[in-house]
């Protein structure tokens, strides 16, 4: 069965340091990957996509993430945290089981504090 | 940019009440989602369409059922609201797989209790 998994319900992280919110993946075939961010009391914001190509992808505010495929993993970083990318971050992937309607199996979520 | 826009930001229904939640997308995308986000669970697809009178349902598609009659926009509604369908409710569209294009984009999301 398709699934993601975020394993971290909650990452803390100080202003300047680095930061890595983590996501597994299981599928079969070669995956289409995502990751999205939601502001409090907001929709999801796109941040990054892995298709296919460079094993490193860079998205959105800095943000970029690794694909591994080895590891079936994807996990979502950035060099220097900021306290505005304090939010909620979800994984997602391409539900391989339907093509047509594209449709994308997301994790439960990792919330983001990044503190000053 | 692509705007996916729902009727309401809140809204609070009745138990048996029948419930409309409307959303509309000005990219003329094929495909169009309705997911409901509870903490804990991450989303949850309740049904997807892609195409006009096409649906299909998602993982969690009892209780709830959908309308498409124009390429636009796309109707969840609640037959009979309970209050386990106190939730947030996400639309989202997206292009037809083939057009390089293949995330997904959302709206602000329609915050619904049942009382």
């Known amino acids: 069965a398709q699934s993601v998994a975020q394993p971290e319900d909650q990452v803390n992280v100080a202003e300047g340091n680095p930061l890595t919110v983590k996501c597994t993946y299981s599928?079969?075939?070669?995956?289409?990957l995502f990751w999205y961010v939601q502001y409090p009391n907001r929709g999801l914001q796109f941040l990054l996509k892995?298709?296919?190509?460079?094993?490193l992808v860079k998205g959105s505010y800095g943000f970029e993430a690794e694909f591994n495929k080895s590891q079936t993993s994807f996990h979502l970083k950035k060099p220097s945290a900021l306290v505005s990318d304090s939010a909620l971050y979800f994984c997602?992937?391409?539900?391989?089981?339907?093509?047509?309607?594209?449709?994308?199996?997301f994790g439960k979520g990792t919330t983001l504090s990044v503190s000053s | 940019d692509v705007k996916v826009t729902q009727s309401s930001r809140y809204l609070v229904k009745r138990t048996g009440e029948k419930v409309f939640l409307e959303c509309v997308q000005d990219?003329?995308?094929?495909?169009m989602f309705w997911y409901r986000q509870d903490p804990g669970l991450g989303l949850r697809l309740i049904y997807f369409?892609?195409?006009?009178?096409?649906?299909e349902k998602g993982d969690i598609p009892e209780g709830y059922s959908v309308s498409r009659e124009k390429k636009e926009r796309f109707s969840l509604i609640l037959e009979s609201a309970s209050t386990n369908q106190t939730s947030m409710y996400l639309c989202?569209?997206?292009?037809?797989f083939g057009t390089g294009v293949v995330e997904q984009y959302f709206g602000p999301g329609t915050r619904l209790t049942v009382t």
């Open positions: 990219m003329d995308h094929e495909n």
């Open positions: 989202a569209s997206s292009p037809q």
């Open positions: 997602a992937v391409r539900d391989m089981s339907n093509q047509a309607g594209t449709a994308l199996i």
């Open positions: 369409s892609y195409d006009v009178k096409m649906k």
């Open positions: 599928v079969s075939g070669n995956p289409y």
């Open positions: 892995y298709i296919t190509g460079d094993n």
